[in-house]
Each structure stands twice: as C-alpha cells, then as structure tokens.
C-alpha cells in the first residue's frame, strides 16, 4: 500500500467590501473548498477595503502581514478569495516567495477531480486552459520557485501545461471544442427526442450540497424505480458534475423526465459556465424548475439569490419554479413535511415530504391535462393503444361505431384528436 501523500497547507484571505454575514459565509465557504481540494487550512487573513488592490488585491501593508502569517504557520500557499489578474498573481508571489492560488482555480480543481463522464472532464479541461491563457506570462517565471502548476491537483502535469505557449494551447482548446461538440449534438438529439414524445422535463438546480441528488433518489423511491436507477450521493461540494435523467412515473399513466443538474456556488467561474452551458441548456429547456434549498444553512436566502442569479444568467430565469425546502430535520422549530403554495418543507433524508412534493410538481406539469370522452373509430386501433400508454382512461366500452374511452390526456394530444371528441 502507497504512502498517503501528505496534505499541502493553506492560508485564507479575502476582503470584505461589503460587511454582514455574506463575507463570513464566503470565508467559511473558502474554507470548504480548500479542504475539497485536500488543502489543511492553517490561516486566515482578511481585510475591509472599499475598493480591491488592482496590484496585489490588498493594501502592500497586509501583503507584508500575510508573508509573516504564511512563514509562521508554514503554509505552502494563500488562497484568496476573488479571481486574482495575472498581474496581482506575480506581485503577491514575488512578495510573499510563496505560492498564490484564487477561488477561480480551486474550483476548476474540485471539478477536474470529480469529473467522471468525457463531457465533464473537456468542459473542465476548455475551461482550465481558458483561465490560464492570459495567466501564461505570470506563471511560467513563478514555476522555478514553485515547482508546480496553476492549482492543487496539477502538480507533475501542470508545468508541461504552462510550458506551451499560446498559440499551442489554442489549438487544444479548439481541439476539445470539436470533440465536445459531438457529444453536445448527442444530448441535443436526445432532447429533440424528448419533446417529440411530448414527455415534460423537470429539472433539479439550487445550491452545491443542497441535497438535488438525495431528493432523485427519494422521488425515484416514491415512484418504485428499480434499485439501479439510483444517482451517486455523497455530502460534499460539487459530488453531482453529470447531468443524470430519470423517468418518474406517477398514477394514471402520467410520467415525467426528472433531471439532475451539477450545482451553484458564489462566484461560479465564467469560464466553467460557459463550458458547462451545453449541459445546464438542460435548464433552460425544462417545463418546470425545482429549486432545491438547504433549509438548515443559516445564509440560505443568500443561496437562492446566487442560484436565481445563475439561472437568470443561462436564460432559465422565466420558467416556473417550485421550492424544496430540504434538510428541514436541521432546522429548529421547523415545521415538515408542509405545502405552502409553491414550497414543500421536507427531508429527502427521512423521507419526509416527498409525496408531497411530487403532488406539487405534478399540479404544474400536467395543468394542462383535459377530461374528455372520445369515440374512435375500430380502423384507428394504433390510437387506441397511443392513449392506453399515454393517457389515464377512466372507462373504456365498445359501441357499433367504435371504443368509447372516457380519458385524461394532455392539451396537445387532445387538440390533434378533437374530431373525435364526443360534444358534451
């Protein structure tokens, strides 16, 4: 058995613009992904400035601080808050004789190192290297003194990375972009297919660790989906990078595609949005939205208002939403399961408040279902069994001219079949 490879020590620093809780729950945040990326947290510096340092994020003063902090603790690096310029990156390196490393990067490590399927792993790639493109200068004169690469988990491979110039990683960008775009023409046939059945899709968004997967798996329980059905969960940061897609099925013939989407974070990197946007078009196309919310977190509000932001960003902002209120059970004095309007209190982990959320989400997506009675006609029997699969039939008899079928079907399936519809 190989040794564990030690953890690489860390220093925090931000500065707080604003005030509040906010800044506190970005620190505590920071935290959590240093210590997702395997980094042991010894320090933490932060500084109140009403404007950020354009040449070393903060004031010459705190950098000289911060030195000191990094020599005592024997911390191998600082990770800062923001996403620092190529520039401050050399200042705070050449002052500090440390490492330097933002929050932009810790994430692209978390998802390089969850990545699992080959589109994950080129939409984290493309946006890797889009980071580092105008950070080349930079980083290629801090490499003999640090001996690695941009991040955490790019040690050994990260130098030959920062090696190539830019012409070079261009090309592999281009590259991965062409290979990419196959599998992005996969997905979008497969959802051209799906509104072709005219199956609804709704779609799982909200916060990293909000539990999106936990409440699947529950719904997939609900509606007795096979054991093997199940998404991976796991309570850590960013567990979910792959979009999973599930059908439920409901009473009366009613079923929907429930999909699983990876989760928001403050201060998302653009870059990842923009090479994961073929996957979160997933979002943008869904008939309704499931805003899934850890109800236990003290700054949840704050993380609604960053995943609505996000979701307004990828053109997702006017699709209806309902709101899951999950890990209840955490939250003193909460009162699950409960419905109240469009928001369900619950406990995916318990079980608590599932049925309820699915009676929820079905009042949404099949609003549109009519009740009519149809005769049809015997020489149309293939419409006959398009609507014993695709609609509830509450009677059925048969008459000289053909199947009486008293039924619930959807708005479109009754439109293109109104001739038949018995006048009431």
Known sequence: MEPMEPKQTAVVVGVDMNGGPQFVHSMEELRSLAEACDADVVGEMTQRLNRINPSRYIGSG?????????KQSNAQMAIFNDELSPSQIRNLEAETQCKIIDRTILILDIFAERARTREAQLQVEIARLQYMLPRLVGLRESLGRQGGGAGLKNRGSGETKLELDRRRIEEKINSLHKELELLVSQRQIQRKRRKKNEVPVVCLVGYTNAG????????????????????????????????????????????????????????????????????LEEVAEADLLVHVVDYSHPEYEHMIAVTNQTL??????????????????????????????DAVYMSARQDKGTGELLEVIASHIFRGYVRCEMLIPFQQGQLITYFNIHAHILSSSYEEDGARLLLECSQADYEQNRQYVIPT
């Open 212 to 279: 999106k997967s936990t409440i699947m798996n529950a719904l997939l329980d609900k509606s007795g989906a096979a054991d093997n059905k199940q998404v991976f969960v796991k309570d850590m940061l960013f567990a979910t990078l792959e979009t999973s897609v599930r059908s439920i099925e409901l009473p009366g013939r009613k079923s929907f595609l429930l999909t699983d989407t990876v989760g928001f974070v403050s201060k998302l990197p653009h870059d990842l949005v923009k090479a994961f946007r073929s996957t």
């Open 62 to 70: 705190k950098v000289r601080e911060l030195a000191e902090l990094l």
């Open 312 to 341: 307004k960003e990828l053109g997702a902002g006017g699709i209806p939403v309902v709101y899951a209120y999950n890990k209840s059970e955490l939250r003193p004095g909460a009162e699950y399961p409960s419905v109240c309007e």
